[in-house]
């Protein structure tokens, strides 16, 4: 199935009340080195709704959240975050924040959501970082299984845009790690595997470290 077909055989399942993602899972080949982590930072050609949910653990509260962050605040919204009580995306962290982040550093890190100064989300400029993220810059990180796990769409947009974001998303892949799967998803709805012979290149900007 190609990835035209997949993205509207996900579209035409879709069940849920509410606006459904739609995700992309790589399966990438580990590193002849031993170094199974892939990291960079990718900008989404297409963005897909302001709805993206961030977090801002900041003092300026009602700054971050004018800026465009969903929720903002400090050790009461981390101790929310601990229990579970707070869906986002991204988190965004002043550095004085940090000593309070550090007890859920495992769980976060595994999800590819600690903040780091690397990935701008580790920052004094709080406001400037959350422009950033809502004008689609994405950190993409692998997991221990060596899969890239991401949102390219949701099922409001267009099947064109969310086509070049996975082709976009592949061809940086591809550059650094065979893939050996590709399969897509909506938030409720069963996998849909993909035919990585035909996906076409496009051009992209990619920072990696």
């Given at each position: 199935?190609?990835?035209k077909e997949?993205?509207a055989?996900?579209k035409?399942k879709?069940?849920?009340?509410?606006?459904?993602?739609?995700?992309?899972?790589?399966?990438i080949?580990?590193?002849?080195?031993?170094?199974?982590d892939?990291?960079?930072?990718?900008?989404?050609?297409?963005?897909?709704?302001?709805?993206?949910?961030i977090?801002?653990?900041?003092?300026?509260?009602k700054?971050?959240?004018?800026?465009g962050?969903k929720?903002?605040?400090?050790?009461?919204?981390?101790?929310?975050?601990?229990k579970?009580?707070?869906?986002f995306?991204?988190?965004?962290?002043?550095?004085?924040?940090?000593?309070?982040?550090?007890?859920?550093?495992?769980?976060?890190?595994?999800?590819?959501?600690?903040p780091?100064d690397?990935?701008?989300t580790?920052?004094?400029?709080?406001v400037?970082?959350?422009?950033?993220i809502?004008?689609?810059?994405r950190?993409i990180?692998?997991?221990?299984?060596?899969?890239?796990?991401?949102?390219?769409g949701?099922?409001?947009?267009?099947d064109?845009?969310?086509?070049?974001?996975?082709?976009?998303?592949?061809?940086?892949?591809?550059?650094?790690?065979p893939?050996?799967?590709?399969?897509?998803?909506?938030?409720?709805g069963?996998?849909?595997?993909?035919?990585?012979?035909?996906?076409?290149?496009?051009k992209?900007?990619?920072?990696v470290?």
């Amino acid at each position: 199935m190609t990835i035209k077909e997949a993205v509207a055989e996900v579209k035409s399942k879709k069940s849920a009340k509410f606006t459904e993602s739609i995700e992309a899972h790589f399966k990438i080949r580990p590193s002849k080195e031993g170094k199974q982590d892939l990291r960079f930072l990718f900008k989404m050609p297409h963005l897909y709704g302001s709805d993206l949910a961030i977090v801002a653990l900041t003092s300026k509260v009602k700054t971050a959240k004018k800026a465009g962050a969903k929720y903002a605040g400090g050790e009461e919204l981390i101790a929310k975050i601990a229990k579970g009580k707070v869906d986002f995306d991204v988190i965004i962290a002043e550095p004085k924040m940090m000593q309070f982040l550090k007890p859920l550093a495992k769980d976060l890190g595994r999800a590819g959501k600690m903040p780091t100064d690397k990935t701008g989300t580790l920052t004094e400029d709080v406001v400037s970082a959350i422009g950033e993220i809502t004008a689609g810059r994405r950190e993409i990180r692998s997991d221990e299984q060596v899969g890239i796990h991401l949102l390219v769409g949701k099922m409001d947009t267009t099947d064109e845009e969310i086509i070049e974001n996975i082709e976009e998303i592949k061809k940086v892949i591809s550059s650094h790690r065979p893939i050996e799967s590709l399969s897509l998803c909506s938030t409720m709805g069963k996998s849909i595997k993909v035919d990585l012979a035909n996906t076409v290149r496009t051009k992209l900007e990619l920072i990696v470290f």
